[in-house]
Structure formats: C-alpha cells, structure tokens
C-alpha cells in the first residue's frame, strides 16, 4: 500500500475515535494498575469460556452475579470520573503515569467487588440463602443492593456520560413516587418502596441480573473476543488491502473501496464510530486524491461505519438482545436482516457512483498487488466469519459458534506465522501472547456494554414492576387516534411516532440502551396497532443503531469530519444522504403485510417481487440524494422522484403502480432533458 495511504496518523484517529465515540475514551494505565486489569480481564475472559461449554450447577444468575461482581471493579479503574479535555498526542502519552487510578477509584472498585459479589460470599450467608430472602431482604441485603445501584450508576456515567444514569434515576423516582400519583391518572400505580425497588433489582431476574446483562455476559464478551483476536491476526490489514486491490484503478474504486473496507472492518471493530475512523485513517488520502469534498468524504465514512453493525454475520450488540427478548435463534435474526443489509449497501452504491461522476472523481493508484494472490494468502480470515454462520444453521447455540470460530481464527493465525517462516519457537510464543491480550482486550473492550446493560436492568426491571411500558404505548397510539380513527392512518402515524421517539432516544443514549428501552416502551405501542413480533424488533433496531448518523448528534458523522477536517453540520447532512434508504426501508417492514417479505418471512414468489420494489424505491431515492440520472438532474425531475420513492415503499399494489409512473415519468423528463442539452452543446459549439 503506499505511504499516502497512511497519512493520516494512527494515534490521532484512535483519540478521535475516542472522542467521539458513545463509550467514553478509558484511561491509559500505567504498568501495575494495567498489569491488574489485564489479569482480571483474561480471568474473566476463562470465565466466559468455561461457562459456555461448564455452566455452573447453581443457574444462570450465580454466573451473572460472578460476571459483574468481577467487570464492575474494572470500570472505576479504567474509565475517569470526568473526561479530559484538550489533552492528546504527546502530551497525552507523557502525562499517561498521572491517569491512574486515584485513592477514590481504588476504594469504589474495591467497594464494588464486595457488594458486587456479596450475593455469592459467606457473609452475606451463600447464594442459596441470598435467594431464600426473595421478598424479604435482610437490612445488610438493601444496604449492599443501593450500593451497587450506585456504583452501575456511576459506571455507566464514567463510560456514556450522564443521560443514561439521569434517565434511570427517573424511572427510580417514578417507582417510588408513582403511588402518590392521582389515581385515575393511567400512569400511576400501586407505589413501590426502596426495599422493594431493591429487591427487584438486586434478588430478581428482570434487575442488575436481566436480559440485558445476560445477552452481555453470554454472546457480546465473547464477540468481542472474536473481534480482538481476528484483529490480532491480521485480520483488519488484509480486509483494507483486499478491498483497494478488488476495485482496481477507475474513478468509482476509492468510493467503492471505502464501503466495502467497511463492511468487512466491522466484523472486527463491532462500533459504527471507530470503524468509520479507523477507515477514514487509511482511506480518506485516496478519496481526497480522487477529488471528493471533505464533506462528502466524511459522509461516506460515517455511513459505511455505521453499516458494519447493521449488516450480518455479525451485526450490533442489540441484535442478541432480540434473540433473547423473541425466544428466536441468533440466525434468525440474522436472516431476517439479509434483504435490508444489501438495499442499505445498494443506496450507498447509488450514491458513490453518483457522486464519482458529479465531482469528476480522478482514478487512484494504490499499490496493493494483485488481489487473487492476496485471497490466497490472507483468504482464511473469511473462513472463522464462514463457519459462524454454518455452525449457527447446525443450530450451535451462538455462543458456542462465535467460541468454534475464534478458536478457527487462533488456529489460522498461527499456521500462518509458521508457513511466512523464521523461528517456529519465537512464532508459537509470539502467537500465544497475541491470543492471550485479546482475551483480555475482548473483555477490556466490553467494560462500557456491561456497564450500559446493568444500567438498563434499572430501566427494564421498573417498567415491569409498575406496568409503565403498556401506559404509554396506549399513550402513543392515542396520541395518533387524536388525528383520526381510519386504521391505516393511525398505524402510519404511530410508525412515523415510532421512529421520531427511537430516534431522539438514540441521540442522548448508546445503541444497547436505546434498543432496550424503546422495546420497552414503544415496542408494545407497535404491537398495539397490529405490527408482527418480527418486524417491531427489527424496525426499533435500525432507528436505534441510525441515532450513530442522525443529525443533531450524530457521532460516527462527527468523528469522520475530524477526520476529514470538513463542516460538522455539512458532514452530517452528507452522511443523512448515503443513509437515507436505511431510514425508510424498516418503515415498510411495519406499514404493510408484504413488508414481511423483506424479512424473508413469505414464500419465494414474494420475496422476489417485495425486493424487487424495494430496490427500485432505493434507486428512487438515490437520484433524489444523488442528483444524477444519465447526467446532472434538476430539483424539478428530483421533485417526481419523491412520490415515486414514497409510494413504491408502501407495499400494496396501488402505491407501487403510482410509484413506477412516477419513476417512469421522471426517466423520460431526464431523458428529453439531456437530448435537449445535448442539441444546445452541439448547436452553440
């Protein structure tokens, strides 16, 4: 690869990833504190090993008690009660030995492995006794119980800031003062008091010991794992090269290049903001070689980023809780998200290839080799991606497919390192002690999720214990009946509610939380107006993994313009454009009976004609973002292909009858258009 490649400074990408990310940038530890994390993280990481293929006779929880009791500790020693401000590079490296852990961090850490694991301890009288007390905590048990409210609290406020704790105290005061609420107000109840709101916390499954923490604890620790040992491997470097040398040199390769680099750096980064930077690192020299503006650029990063996680094998750390929240398997879900994946992708092909002929983009040499010898030597890294899915369709549970898988990657990794030659000794050590750090970095990485999914066991356990969920899905549905009592129109405005509140929710929330709550609460609002299991869960996953790309907020796009060095506000509105299509196609999944077929759940001959539509609304909407047509389209020609678009994603006969006219209609404005241009450029030379 050549040198302009690598402009951009690695170390300045990882502290912009950093910034910009939702998990607060961790600490750079000094030698003794690291030493201690990376210790206990690779202790847990066997944990999670051991409990894929051990379980422990106890049950599922005592493992979850272990799992956080152990994670918890970690957090206060890893992430800093306030973020720094302008302090990177250098200074950043040399200030590294003052980030430890302070008198105060030691002593929450310490305070939170012991309530943490006091359900499990001898003090506290053994697991077994802890349960017997369901109902009737002991005081020490409340005690221990607020504690470690407050330290998930402070936890998650160290690693995604203040509104996630903000929004669970609330919920808290909500559980509290809620009796004292007018009783024919339809969301008061019957009060709940501090020891019960402990016990439902603390000494039941819907708390701390939830879904959420359990889908963290048993599939995204392990895919994280997976994650760093692919990168361990090599994997990282060879998925850039093979996507500069699949495209060549023509001036649609750096567009083409930077989606499909992003596709694949997902399977090992898992965040839509540091697969945008880390992309950006190595392919904004190349775009900005071949002619794009800094703001397009950053929004092809940003949209490309946020693609991995929308995409399968491997998909967000939501898509588990889905799995878990349905009672389905993994690859279900991962069938269901097939038809969006390659729309998604297919409007941003649109876009880049609109985009490469508007700007005039310039073809780019970049010395990478030829891509079927770099298959051939790196092509195993595809292989642990492969066996994930065909172990999955063996119905391995995933968490012992994702174990097969990295176990495949390790082996790969290391027969490599003997076959490139030198001191098999010196590679066998070399390749341990890189398998070794990425169990501890896998579980080092996850430290921010688990922190969220214990937080949201706060958020989940209330709405349970108070019914508040149902009240204000009723709430929403009112809310459009208000407009009208026409069935069709009410299910439109309550999808288009739907969206707007998922939406909003993302921007102030991670992804996992969002998903989370806005199942919770707007996912039986869904239900209410008829919208199949299916499609509610795969609709609330996009709007909450989109928050990542939408404007007010919008990380990943922020991230990419620093990187870019473009307009914020122009990077983010670019972004909204290569994304748009991820926007409305999970609207037809819910507006319609047909719109299951983009889930795959109709029979083939629907399938066939669903995707079909759906593509072609896609193209629709790429010449309205794009505005390109067989030449340069004018607002009016864009304005056609509004309706067009619109129409063809209601997915009933009529609407997609006006929508191909429309599309009709525009292709022949567009095409008298451009003859009549053509005849003025031949008359006036």
């Given at each position: 690869?050549?040198?302009?490649?690598?402009?951009?400074?690695?170390?300045?990408?990882?502290?912009?990833?950093?910034?910009?990310?939702?998990?607060?940038?961790?600490?750079?530890?000094?030698?003794?504190?690291?030493?201690?994390?990376?210790?206990?993280?690779?202790?847990?990481?066997?944990?999670?090993?051991?409990?894929?293929?051990?379980?422990?006779?106890?049950?599922?929880?005592?493992?979850?008690?272990?799992?956080?009791?152990?994670?918890?500790?970690?957090?206060?020693?890893?992430?800093?009660?306030?973020?720094?401000?302008?302090?990177?590079?250098?200074?950043?490296?040399?200030?590294?030995?003052?980030?430890?852990?302070?008198?105060?961090?030691?002593?929450?850490?310490?305070?939170?492995?012991?309530?943490?694991?006091?359900?499990?301890?001898?003090?506290?009288?053994?697991?077994?006794?802890?349960?017997?007390?369901?109902?009737?905590?002991?005081?020490?048990?409340?005690?221990?119980?607020?504690?470690?409210?407050?330290?998930?609290?402070?936890?998650?406020?160290?690693?995604?800031?203040?509104?996630?704790?903000?929004?669970?105290?609330?919920?808290?005061?909500?559980?509290?003062?809620?009796?004292?609420?007018?009783?024919?107000?339809?969301?008061?109840?019957?009060?709940?008091?501090?020891?019960?709101?402990?016990?439902?916390?603390?000494?039941?499954?819907?708390?701390?010991?939830?879904?959420?923490?359990?889908?963290?604890?048993?599939?995204?620790?392990?895919?994280?794992?997976?994650?760093?040992?692919?990168?361990?491997?090599?994997?990282?470097?060879?998925?850039?090269?093979?996507?500069?040398?699949?495209?060549?040199?023509?001036?649609?390769?750096?567009?083409?290049?930077?989606?499909?680099?992003?596709?694949?750096?997902?399977?090992?980064?898992?965040?839509?903001?540091?697969?945008?930077?880390?992309?950006?690192?190595?392919?904004?020299?190349?775009?900005?070689?071949?002619?794009?503006?800094?703001?397009?650029?950053?929004?092809?990063?940003?949209?490309?980023?946020?693609?991995?996680?929308?995409?399968?094998?491997?998909?967000?750390?939501?898509?588990?809780?889905?799995?878990?929240?349905?009672?389905?398997?993994?690859?279900?879900?991962?069938?269901?998200?097939?038809?969006?994946?390659?729309?998604?992708?297919?409007?941003?092909?649109?876009?880049?290839?609109?985009?490469?002929?508007?700007?005039?983009?310039?073809?780019?040499?970049?010395?990478?080799?030829?891509?079927?010898?770099?298959?051939?030597?790196?092509?195993?890294?595809?292989?642990?991606?492969?066996?994930?899915?065909?172990?999955?369709?063996?119905?391995?549970?995933?968490?012992?497919?994702?174990?097969?898988?990295?176990?495949?990657?390790?082996?790969?990794?290391?027969?490599?390192?003997?076959?490139?030659?030198?001191?098999?000794?010196?590679?066998?050590?070399?390749?341990?002690?890189?398998?070794?750090?990425?169990?501890?970095?896998?579980?080092?990485?996850?430290?921010?999720?688990?922190?969220?999914?214990?937080?949201?066991?706060?958020?989940?356990?209330?709405?349970?214990?108070?019914?508040?969920?149902?009240?204000?899905?009723?709430?929403?549905?009112?809310?459009?009946?208000?407009?009208?009592?026409?069935?069709?129109?009410?299910?439109?405005?309550?999808?288009?509610?739907?969206?707007?509140?998922?939406?909003?929710?993302?921007?102030?929330?991670?992804?996992?939380?969002?998903?989370?709550?806005?199942?919770?609460?707007?996912?039986?609002?869904?239900?209410?107006?008829?919208?199949?299991?299916?499609?509610?869960?795969?609709?609330?996953?996009?709007?909450?993994?989109?928050?990542?790309?939408?404007?007010?907020?919008?990380?990943?796009?922020?991230?990419?313009?620093?990187?870019?060095?473009?307009?914020?506000?122009?990077?983010?509105?670019?972004?909204?454009?290569?994304?748009?299509?991820?926007?409305?196609?999970?609207?037809?999944?819910?507006?319609?009976?047909?719109?299951?077929?983009?889930?795959?759940?109709?029979?083939?001959?629907?399938?066939?004609?669903?995707?079909?539509?759906?593509?072609?609304?896609?193209?629709?909407?790429?010449?309205?973002?794009?505005?390109?047509?067989?030449?340069?389209?004018?607002?009016?020609?864009?304005?056609?292909?509004?309706?067009?678009?619109?129409?063809?994603?209601?997915?009933?006969?009529?609407?997609?009858?006006?929508?191909?006219?429309?599309c009709v209609l525009g292709v022949v404005l567009q095409a008298v258009f451009r003859t009549k241009e053509r005849a003025d450029e031949v008359v006036?030379?």
């Open positions: 690869m050549s040198s302009s490649v690598n402009a951009v400074d690695e170390t300045r990408a990882a502290e912009i990833a950093a910034e910009h990310d939702e998990e607060r940038p961790a600490r750079r530890l000094s030698r003794r504190p690291d030493l201690l994390v990376y210790l206990v993280s690779l202790a847990v990481a066997l944990l999670v090993l051991k409990q894929v293929f051990f379980p422990f006779s106890k049950g599922n929880q005592y493992y979850l008690v272990i799992f956080l009791g152990c994670t918890l500790p970690m957090v206060f020693l890893c992430y800093r009660p306030r973020v720094r401000k302008g302090v990177t590079g250098e200074a950043a490296i040399a200030e590294a030995e003052k980030d430890d852990p302070n008198v105060v961090d030691w002593a929450l850490g310490v305070v939170s492995l012991l309530v943490g694991l006091y359900p499990v301890l001898p003090f506290g009288g053994g697991y077994n006794e802890f349960l017997d007390r369901q109902g009737v905590l002991s005081t020490l048990d409340i005690i221990a119980g607020a504690l470690l409210l407050l330290l998930i609290l402070e936890a998650a406020r160290r690693t995604t800031g203040l509104v996630l704790p903000i929004v669970c105290v609330v919920f808290l005061l909500y559980a509290y003062y809620g009796g004292f609420l007018p009783q024919n107000w339809g969301i008061a109840h019957a009060g709940v008091d501090f020891s019960q709101i402990v016990n439902a916390l603390y000494n039941d499954a819907t708390g701390f010991y939830g879904t959420p923490l359990d889908v963290a604890a048993s599939y995204i620790v392990l895919f994280t794992i997976y994650g760093a040992v692919l990168n361990a491997s090599g994997a990282g470097k060879f998925f850039v090269d093979i996507s500069f040398a699949a495209f060549k040199r023509s001036r649609t390769a750096p567009g083409r290049t930077t989606v499909m680099s992003g596709f694949l750096l997902g399977t090992v980064s898992g965040s839509g903001t540091a697969t945008a930077v880390s992309l950006g690192a190595i392919t904004w020299p190349i775009l900005r070689k071949a002619g794009y503006p800094k703001e397009n650029a950053g929004g092809l990063l940003a949209a490309s980023g946020i693609g991995a996680i929308l995409s399968p094998p491997t998909l967000g750390a939501a898509a588990f809780i889905i799995a878990e929240y349905l009672q389905t398997s993994y690859l279900t879900v991962l069938i269901w998200a097939t038809v969006p994946t390659l729309l998604y992708y297919l409007g941003i092909v649109f876009a880049v290839e609109a985009d490469a002929r508007r700007f005039g983009a310039k073809a780019i040499d970049v010395a990478t080799g030829n891509a079927w010898k770099l298959l051939l030597r790196g092509g195993y890294h595809f292989l642990s991606l492969i066996i994930i899915i065909v172990f999955l369709a063996l119905d391995i549970p995933p968490f012992a497919a994702v174990v097969y898988a990295t176990g495949v990657a390790a082996l790969f990794a290391l027969i490599a390192r003997l076959v490139n030659g030198g001191d098999d000794r010196a590679a066998v050590l070399g390749w341990g002690k890189d398998i070794v750090d990425a169990l501890s970095a896998g579980v080092r990485g996850a430290l921010p999720v688990i922190a969220v999914c214990a937080a949201a066991g706060v958020i989940t356990s209330t709405i349970t214990k108070t019914g508040l969920g149902q009240e204000l899905a009723n709430a929403l549905v009112e809310a459009a009946r208000a407009v009208t009592d026409n069935a069709t129109v009410v299910l439109i405005l309550t999808v288009f509610l739907s969206a707007v509140a998922v939406g909003v929710l993302g921007l102030a929330v991670p992804v996992t939380a969002s998903f989370i709550i806005a199942w919770v609460v707007i996912g039986p609002a869904l239900a209410n107006v008829g919208v199949a299991d299916a499609e509610r869960a795969m609709f609330i996953f996009y709007y909450a993994v989109l928050s990542e790309v939408t404007p007010p907020t919008a990380l990943a796009a922020v991230a990419a313009a620093a990187i870019t060095g473009g307009s914020v506000m122009k990077t983010m509105w670019q972004c909204w454009k290569y994304t748009l299509p991820a926007f409305l196609v999970p609207i037809a999944f819910v507006l319609t009976d047909n719109g299951s077929a983009l889930l795959l759940q109709a029979p083939a001959l629907n399938v066939v004609w669903v995707v079909a539509v759906s593509a072609l609304a896609v193209a629709a909407l790429g010449v309205v973002t794009g505005g390109w047509l067989f030449g340069p389209v004018s607002w009016r020609i864009r304005a056609v292909f509004v309706p067009a678009a619109l129409c063809l994603l209601y997915l009933e006969p009529v609407p997609i009858a006006i929508g191909v006219a429309f006036g030379s």
